[in-house]
């Protein structure tokens, strides 16, 4: 055999159909008698819908029907349902407003879809999609995190009094009083983690259509977990059962969370088909996708960290109110919760954490997970924290990281979770000899010469990664299992198609899955491939988010491999006539041991589909297996960012110029691929600092509604990246994986954070750090 | 009201009734089936629907069909030799990981082959502010810029 | 998009007659600004005059005094001229800020001339280096061609065909770029023609305006300082999500100050 396959840099399989453009994405999907959606969107935060007149789209060229609420409730279609039920601290179940998947009587914010017109061409569609006409009563709105809550602010929703879909609390507040009220020193801060929009540059897209011949729909979805759409759409929306629906997710161009959710659109395309008998298809323009995709983050948060005279952590206290939109998305009400609350020891010894959150309904968009999901907000609490804290303190914030690092393990943090290992100090070594911070000081002075601020920021995350023991999240009220399937056919010639759940948008699972299975079955990875994305060739899944992939999907790969091999050890002592337990497995060779007994693994596959020499009185032929994997633990990825930025003080201009990154990732398959997203990560992350800011106004219009005025970062906004990984391999799956997808998003805002407020000697400065902002902050400062 | 449209897309003479509002993009998607350009935005700020026309890169969605009468059109399906074999830019990207969801992808190699042709042996920094028309989401760029310095070499035969 | 009717004319006054005809008829140049208009819907013109195919109407001269440049001229064979880098380098650099390569290689001079879009680069240029604006009706001085947000001296039917930029002494163009858009937040171009000095900025008001208190200081003196702490007042400058009319104000200081650094390099 070759080199190993694990850890080697293998070129992406994928990459061929991308670069000839011959990928095959939602849209590129045109079916027989296809006709094309058009939606009529609400251009208001908030108003009351007094009547729909719709005579003249239906009568425009081409429309073959315009859809209302009306007709959604007469076809007593379900609302979109929150996949996650937090409890109240009084022990009540969360708020939960209806979220029809067309408006009933009242829009809640801007983008949100009020009729469908579907017409034969998709300018017909949107010539008549104008002629709707919607008699709005405008009512005051509310779209601020900050001001959700206030006294006589509008109300979003009759049943969630104040706006407020829950209050909810993890840790023990007693201790962190006790703690705070003997610190030497405490560190506060008051910030909004601002408000994001995905942006996937494949923007969504789905085609529904329906087969009277089998009374079947087939929906062709931008999705992350065509699955768990499926489970959605069928069980909980339209009242199907499932072997009736078939949901393709074939290529997708991005997902970074904002296609996990099932969307209003998806359901209308799929029922709309069966009523026209005939495939509706909506592509979103990007217009639509910043009304009406899920957005990130905007939390409020107060956050004090309480330091005894040696800065040695002692507690921390949290208080944070989370936007959840106008309707609670799939998965929104965990990701402030959940997976926020949980990750605020970070990296740290911290004995007490307390932490609440208050969730708010607002006019705006709904806001669900977006790469990172509650970890990059818990992050930038922690490290914003423990930096200013050490400048505070006038200590190195190296060290005063240091002093507080987790380094026994297991190690169980006060909120909850149970880190399996990890070691702190290696990548933050790591990153410090990498990013020359010995060097620092002489960089600092050079830019001064040049008339520019120089300053450095830590940031030392970590992440609760591959998603999730379904006991532990059921118990926190999760309403699925978040398990992992895989299937691994040996075909009669030994080559292989494996199965997975998880889905690849970007990731390059096609790739690092062969590895991994060429690697367990000592085979070239060109007679391996992995298929995902379709129901209809998936026994199931669960998708892909929360880094979950490789450490929960690859997982139940190699379980499944695990039983082929199995099996196939049997039938290699068969034919060898050996004892099972004689047989030994290694690099395609099924051996007995000590001898020079063999058979192939090809031999072996063409016995069980040709089992004219088989044991059959034992075993059924055929060499297929299939495998689900709940993990036992979340894995817990962790590292350190060190950047560097440049302010030109006299523009407000930031230059991010050296960029570190050292993470522990466990076991890496790909070395490659794992630096690509550190880089698309830490970009994403860059972008929240810097450029990314969603805005709505106080009537709940988006003033950040296309890319001219919302930035995500361009190939000259960052710099090249310095990468490397440090490793613990993690204790609870057989690969030692951790996963990857989301750490340089979870660690890079805070560093570039801190980094900016070094250089300007600030305590603060909201995000993102736009140069209008900086140059108000550095007069601020000159005028304090 | 419709007009005829010809244009030689990939080295065939192509001609077709339009709409006269279709745009070049619509017309190579939908009438050519050619989906390998792709419509990110509606802004022109994604350039997801980079092609190439008459040698140029230009935004296929910020044009109508006509405007590309009579002209010669590159798409990304145009850009490997006959037999398959990738471009040395294509390539570049395959071996620099210069592309994860694929979806910006053929706007990037169309971007950067016309800039490599225009530009050879040009800075990082350069090819960087070569990409302000070319939004990615996924890679953070850094694999990009790598891969279209290394094409670029690999088309001046270095 | 909505509907319309399309006419490809063959030379510049049947386009203009065809302009003329409809009130919502619009001449369509490059069509980076107008067919994103179009596109989401903001324009809805019935008749659509493309000059596309127009001979002549694109191309550069360059004498011992001026630049002519034709009005379907590329953004892009500015930016990559010889005779404009030699002759007017700050005009060629500006046409290389224009949005990105690919818009550079559509956008014309004439429609960006004649939208007039307040963040626009080639307002600041033609007034900075007081160019003559040709059109099928005369000329047009530069000083009287930029009246409004989005509204110029052409009248309907009217036509750029081409504009002559007299060549300075020196000159430099310094943009401070839109992130998101990438348009000018503010750009000030600066010109010592010999006979006086003239700063021109857009992005900072509804179209690209002269700055004289600017133009005072320069001629007695073409240094960077004679701008460096001259204040410019906010009132009436353009005020939005990325920078406030204050902020407008600051950075138009800054960026001719550095204008007159370039220019003297």
Redesign the interface.
Same mark, same amino acid.
């Given at each position: 055999m070759g080199a190993p396959l694990i850890g080697a840099r293998i070129q992406r399989k994928e990459d061929y159909r991308f670069l000839t453009g011959a990928g095959q994405y939602t849209d590129d999907v045109t079916l027989p008698r296809q006709t094309y959606a058009a939606f009529v969107r609400s251009p208001h935060g908030h108003a009351k819908i007094k009547s729909i007149n719709a005579a003249k789209a239906k009568a425009a060229p081409g429309v073959l029907a315009v859809y209302t609420g009306e007709d959604i409730a007469a076809a007593k279609l379900g609302g979109l349902p929150c996949g996650w039920l937090i409890t109240d601290v009084n022990g009540q179940p969360m708020k939960e407003p209806p979220h029809p998947v067309l408006a009933q009587g009242k829009v809640h914010h801007v983008g949100e879809q009020v009729a469908v017109v579907i017409a034969e061409t998709l300018d017909q569609a949107r010539d008549a999609a104008e002629l709707v006409q919607v008699d709005y009563e405008v009512l005051p709105a509310v779209a601020d995190v900050r001001l959700a809550r206030a006294k006589g602010a509008p109300q979003v929703h009759g049943i969630a009094p104040d706006n407020t879909c829950y209050v909810w609390a993890l840790g023990d507040k007693a201790a962190v009083d006790a703690a705070f009220a003997k610190a030497a020193h405490v560190t506060k801060l008051d910030f909004v983690n601002n408000r994001l929009i995905p942006n996937a540059i494949e923007p969504r897209a789905a085609n529904g259509s329906y087969s009277r011949a089998d009374d079947a729909y087939t929906l062709y979805v931008a999705s992350q977990n065509p699955h768990v759409e499926r489970l959605l759409m069928t069980a909980f929306v339209m009242g199907l059962p499932e072997h009736k629906v078939r949901v393709v997710a074939g290529d997708v161009g991005g997902g970074f969370g904002s296609k996990i959710f099932l969307y209003a659109e998806d359901v209308v395309v799929t029922w709309a088909a069966k009523q026209l008998n005939r495939p509706v298809k909506w592509t979103a323009d990007r217009s639509e996708s910043f009304t009406s995709d899920a957005h990130g983050r905007d939390h409020h948060t107060i956050a004090e960290l309480a330091l005894d005279k040696d800065g040695k952590f002692l507690a921390m206290r949290v208080k944070t109110t989370a936007n959840v939109g106008a309707y609670l998305s799939t998965f929104a009400s965990c990701v402030p919760t959940i997976l926020y609350a949980t990750l605020l020891a970070g990296q740290y010894t911290t004995p007490a954490i307390h932490c609440e959150v208050t969730a708010v309904f607002t006019n705006t968009a709904p806001v669900d997970a977006y790469r990172g999901a509650g970890r990059p907000e818990a992050t930038y609490v922690v490290e914003r924290l423990v930096e200013t804290a050490a400048r505070e303190m006038k200590m190195d914030p190296a060290e005063i990281r240091r002093k507080n690092f987790i380094r026994s393990f297991p190690y169980q943090t006060p909120v909850a979770l149970l880190y399996d290992i990890g070691d702190y100090d290696a990548t933050m070594d790591a990153a410090q000899k990498l990013g020359d911070v010995a060097g620092y000081p002489a960089r600092k002075k050079a830019s001064a010469a040049k008339g520019k601020l120089r300053g450095m920021g830590y940031a030392a995350y970590i992440e609760a990664c591959g998603i999730a023991p379904s006991a532990v999240a059921g118990s926190l009220g999760a309403r699925a299992g978040l398990f992992e399937a895989g299937e691994v056919r040996v075909h009669p010639t030994g080559s292989v198609t494996v199965f997975t759940g998880s889905h690849s948008h970007g990731q390059g699972h096609e790739t690092t899955f062969a590895q991994v299975v060429a690697d367990r079955l000592g085979m070239p990875i060109e007679n391996v491939d992995i298929v995902h994305g379709d129901t209809s060739k998936i026994l199931f899944g669960m998708g892909t988010y929360g880094s979950r992939s490789i450490a929960v999907g690859g997982t139940a790969i190699v379980k499944a491999l695990d039983k082929i091999i199995a099996k196939g050890k049997k039938i290699a002592a068969h034919l060898l006539e050996a004892s099972e337990g004689d047989i030994e497995y290694a690099n395609g060779v099924f051996k007995v041991t000590g001898t020079d007994k063999q058979k192939l693994f090809g031999e072996v596959a063409f016995a069980a589909y040709v089992p004219h020499n088989y044991p059959h009185d034992k075993l059924e032929p055929g060499l297929n297996e299939n495998a689900f994997y709940d993990p036992a633990n979340f894995t817990f990825p962790a590292g350190t960012y060190v950047c560097e930025v440049e302010v030109d003080p006299e523009t407000g201009v930031v230059k991010v110029d050296r960029w570190t990154a050292v993470d522990d990732f466990g076991k890496i398959i790909n070395p490659m691929i794992v630096e690509g997203q550190v880089h698309g990560g830490l970009t994403q992350g860059i972008g929240q600092a810097l450029t990314e800011g969603a805005k709505y106004d106080s009537t709940g219009q988006l003033v950040t509604g296309s890319f001219m005025d919302y930035c995500i970062p361009r190939a000259d906004d960052v710099p090249m990246f310095q990468v490397d990984t440090r490793e613990t391999p993690c204790t609870h799956n057989p690969l030692g994986v951790k996963g990857c997808g989301e750490a340089g998003a979870i660690g890079a805002p805070a560093a570039l954070i801190n980094a900016i407020t070094d250089a300007l000697g600030v305590k603060d400065i909201a995000m993102p750090a736009t140069p209008q902002n900086v140059w108000r902050t550095l007069n601020q400062k000159k005028a304090a | 009201?419709a $007009?005829k449209v010809s244009m030689k897309v990939n080295g065939k003479a192509v001609s077709e009734e339009v709409?006269?509002?279709t745009?070049l993009v619509t017309f190579i998607?939908?009438h050519l089936?050619? *989906? !390998?350009?792709?419509? #990110?935005?509606?802004?022109?700020?994604? #350039?997801?629907c *980079?092609v190439s026309?008459n040698g140029? /890169?230009?935004?296929a969605?910020?044009?109508?069909a006509?405007?590309a009468?009579g002209a010669d059109i590159m *798409?990304?399906?145009g $850009? /490997?030799k006959a037999d #398959?074999t990738?471009h040395p830019m294509?390539a570049a990207?395959?071996?620099h990981?210069g592309?994860?969801? !694929?979806?910006?992808?053929?706007g990037m190699?169309m971007?950067a082959v016309?800039?490599a042709t225009r530009h050879p042996g040009a800075s990082?920094?350069e090819?960087?502010?070569?990409?302000? #028309?070319?939004?990615?989401?996924?890679? !953070?760029?850094?694999?990009? $810029?790598k891969s279209i310095m290394a094409g670029s070499k690999a088309m001046a035969g270095k | 998009m909505h509907a319309f009717n399309y006419h490809r004319p063959s030379n510049v006054n049947d386009a203009a007659a065809l302009a003329a005809k409809s009130v919502d008829a619009k001449i369509l140049a490059g069509g980076q600004s107008l067919v994103q208009a179009m596109k989401l819907r903001l324009a809805a013109p019935t008749d659509i005059v493309d000059l596309g195919t127009i001979k002549d109407l694109a191309g550069i001269k360059v004498d011992a005094k001026s630049v002519t440049i034709g009005a379907m001229t590329r953004h892009a064979e500015v930016e990559g001229s010889a005779e404009v880098k030699k002759a007017i380098p700050a005009l060629a650099a500006l046409a290389g800020m224009i949005g990105d390569r690919q818009v550079r290689n559509m956008g014309t001079l004439g429609g960006a001339l004649a939208n007039s879009d307040p963040a626009a680069d080639y307002p600041a240029a033609v007034l900075g280096l007081g160019a003559t604006i040709t059109t099928t009706k005369g000329t047009h001085a530069a000083d009287k061609f930029f009246k409004g947000l989005y509204e110029t001296a052409l009248r309907p039917g009217e036509i750029i065909t081409s504009v002559s930029f007299p060549i300075p002494k020196r000159a430099a163009y310094m943009k401070f770029k839109n992130q998101a858009s990438r348009f000018a937040i503010v750009g000030v171009f600066v010109a010592d023609t010999g006979a006086g000095v003239r700063v021109a900025v857009t992005g900072a008001g509804p179209c690209a305006l002269r700055l004289a208190e600017m133009e005072k200081a320069l001629s007695a003196k073409f240094a960077p300082e004679s701008v460096a702490s001259l204040k410019i007042k906010s009132d009436g400058l353009n005020a939005d999500l990325h920078a406030s009319a204050e902020y407008r104000a600051h950075l138009i200081t800054v960026m001719a100050k550095r204008a007159v650094e370039a220019a003297m390099k």
């Open positions: - | 009201m $007009v709409e006269t509002r745009l998607r939908e089936h050619l *989906t !390998g350009t792709h419509v #990110g935005c509606d802004t022109a700020q994604c #350039g997801a *980079t026309m140029k /890169a230009v935004k969605c910020s044009m109508l006509m405007q009468e *798409t990304i399906e $850009v /490997a #398959g990738l294509q990207f395959k071996e990981h592309l994860q969801c !694929g979806f910006c992808t053929p190699v971007n016309d800039f990082e920094q090819v960087r502010e070569s990409l302000e #028309g070319n939004l990615c989401r996924c890679t !953070g760029y850094h694999n990009i $810029v | -």
